[in-house]
């Protein structure tokens, strides 16, 4: 693994940013594996800017998000396809027909075969992903098992709470979501970790600190991947007593 250390939040979107446009400079009809969350935001904002500058085109670009909540339709303000239109899909030229997000609505068993016949079918160059304070990745809750496929989640307490920020209330957090298995993450060729926040101390610890591969931190698998880039922002890293050349 390699680590970045970016001054702040908005610097590493710009650093993310920047890797997803040399990705897209090398291969025009590259597949971008996206994420959503708090901590993408800056990615988005940044790739907007690169776009309007002209530095970005996503003509010939696929892209498939990690995960969707169970039972929303893509039209409710929390969907995870309402935040990748708002945040990015809006903003730029790109054919919304080549954006996969699974339709939370649909009956368990589709969604997850059809997400996963289309991740078998687009290998991606790069996978973006973010981090849950359980050590997440995607909707992968701790003790997902390694070579996981497309599945249904429960969501953790914790996760319903952390993401609850975004709802009305607690109780308007879907309990289920649809997400990218462990397995599939691991499949692209290259991944891009953005973390951000103090909650999510622990899983920077498990990262860094302790050599351990464990199913109850699902973010540790990450170790095992032979192009991964873990970008920090400083105020974590001084937090976790890290120093850049550490990774
Ligand atoms: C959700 C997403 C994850 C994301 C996590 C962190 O649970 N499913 O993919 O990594 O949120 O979100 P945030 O960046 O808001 O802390």
């Given at each position: 693994m390699k680590m970045l250390v970016a001054k702040n939040h908005e610097e590493a979107g710009v650093l993310v940013a920047g890797m997803i446009a040399e990705t897209v400079r090398l291969n025009p009809n590259a597949c971008l594996g996206l994420a959503t969350g708090g901590s993408m935001e800056p990615v988005y904002a940044a790739l907007v800017r690169l776009f309007e500058n002209g530095k970005i085109r996503f003509d010939s670009v696929t892209t498939v998000n990690l995960d969707e909540y169970a039972?929303?339709?893509?039209?409710?303000?929390?969907s995870y396809r309402q935040y990748m239109n708002s945040r990015l899909f809006d903003h730029?030229?790109?054919?919304?027909?080549n954006t996969c997000i699974p339709l939370g609505t649909e009956p368990p068993e589709k969604i997850c075969r059809d997400f996963q016949k289309f991740l078998d079918a687009h290998p991606r160059d790069l996978q973006l992903l973010g981090v849950g304070?359980?050590?997440?990745?995607?909707?992968?809750?701790?003790?997902?098992?390694?070579?996981?496929?497309?599945h249904i989640v429960t969501l953790n307490e914790q996760t319903r709470e952390d993401n609850s920020?975004?709802?009305?209330?607690?109780?308007?957090?879907?309990?289920q979501a649809v997400t990218m298995g462990v397995g599939d993450i691991m499949k692209a060729s290259a991944i891009v970790i953005l973390i951000h926040g103090s909650g999510k101390l622990r899983a920077v610890r498990e990262l860094f600190t302790h050599e351990r591969v464990i199913p109850e931190v699902?973010?540790?698998?990450?170790?095992?991947?032979?192009n991964a880039t873990i970008v920090l922002t400083e105020d974590l890293a001084r937090m976790a007593e890290l120093t850049p050349d550490r990774a």
């Open positions: 039972g929303l339709p893509p039209s409710h303000p929390q730029v030229k790109i054919d919304i027909r304070a359980n050590g997440h990745i995607g909707f992968n809750e701790p003790g997902t098992f390694f070579e996981s496929q497309a920020r975004f709802f009305a209330s607690i109780d308007d957090v879907p309990k699902p973010c540790t698998v990450l170790k095992l991947h032979r």
